[in-house]
């Protein structure tokens, strides 16, 4: 098992910069729109911290010859949001949505009790949109989303899996000025997956799917930049 775990730190490295250059580049082509179309263009950039936790549901590959968990804390995103249009006083946006969980694969080898905790990277780029619903007598603003996309698992010394995903999300936007403000967001992301597939392989595979859905819970909180 030993000799499986080896380093895979620059495809790591390159994938972790994909969703701050497709930030930059949204950003980018957001300055353009604001020039080209005025005011009525507004662009939101939110910078997002937090936890996340998880349910997993995958077993050993071969029968009784692992104990298996993964377990998930830091998170971090960046949402980029294009207000896409107005509905009385409530907001219509657009959504890019880019994150990355630590977490570990925990594999405890029921023969000789041996243990191995590696690293696995979640990372999730997601497109949806938010809902956010105006309140009388005050500027905080709640509001509902979806986006889908896709997860990526990406486990040292395994090979990465890359499924279909999709998240409902709900939360609170509240400016402070009016290029600046506050944002709490609260995430369920669904990541579909085959039954019985046997995932997280090199030499051969340590684990297979139990289920057809991978549950991650994120809470995160962070500052809104406005365009």
């Known amino acids: 098992m030993h000799d499986r775990i080896f380093s895979m730190g620059l495809s790591q490295a390159c994938w972790a910069r994909v969703p701050l250059l497709l930030g930059l580049v949204g950003l980018?082509?957001?300055?353009?729109?604001?020039?080209?179309?005025?005011?009525?263009a507004i662009w939101e950039a939110s910078l997002l911290a937090g936890v996340?936790?998880?349910?997993?549901?995958?077993?050993?590959?071969e029968a009784d010859e692992f104990d298996l968990a993964i377990s998930s804390d830091k998170s971090f995103a960046l949402a980029v949001n294009y207000l896409q249009e107005y509905r009385r006083d409530d907001r219509l946006h657009y959504e890019y949505y880019a994150a990355k969980t630590h977490?570990?694969?925990?594999?405890?080898?029921?023969a000789d009790g041996g243990r191995t905790v590696v690293n696995m990277p979640i990372y999730y780029l997601h497109v949806g949109g938010t809902y956010e619903l105006a309140q009388a007598g005050t500027t905080l603003a709640p509001y509902v989303g979806a986006t889908l996309g896709l997860a990526r698992f990406d486990p040292d010394g395994f090979d990465a899996l890359n499924k279909f995903s999709m998240a409902?999300?709900?939360g609170?936007?509240?400016p402070i000025t009016s290029s600046m403000g506050l944002r709490l967001d609260?995430?369920?992301?669904?990541?579909?997956l085959s039954p019985q597939a046997s995932i997280f392989?090199?030499?051969?595979?340590?684990a297979k799917v139990d289920s057809d859905i991978w549950w991650q819970y994120q809470v995160m909180a962070g500052l809104v930049f406005v365009f």
Do not use: P, Y
């Open 52 to 61: 996340a936790a998880n349910s997993s549901d995958i077993s050993s590959a």
């Open 172 to 174: 609170f936007r509240w």
């Open 186 to 192: 609260a995430r369920a992301l669904a990541t579909f």
């Open 201 to 206: 392989c090199a030499d051969g595979c340590v």
């Open 168 to 170: 409902i999300a709900g």
């Open 103 to 110: 977490s570990q694969l925990d594999i405890h080898m029921r």
């Open 28 to 40: 980018q082509l957001g300055a353009l729109a604001h020039a080209d179309r005025g005011e009525s």
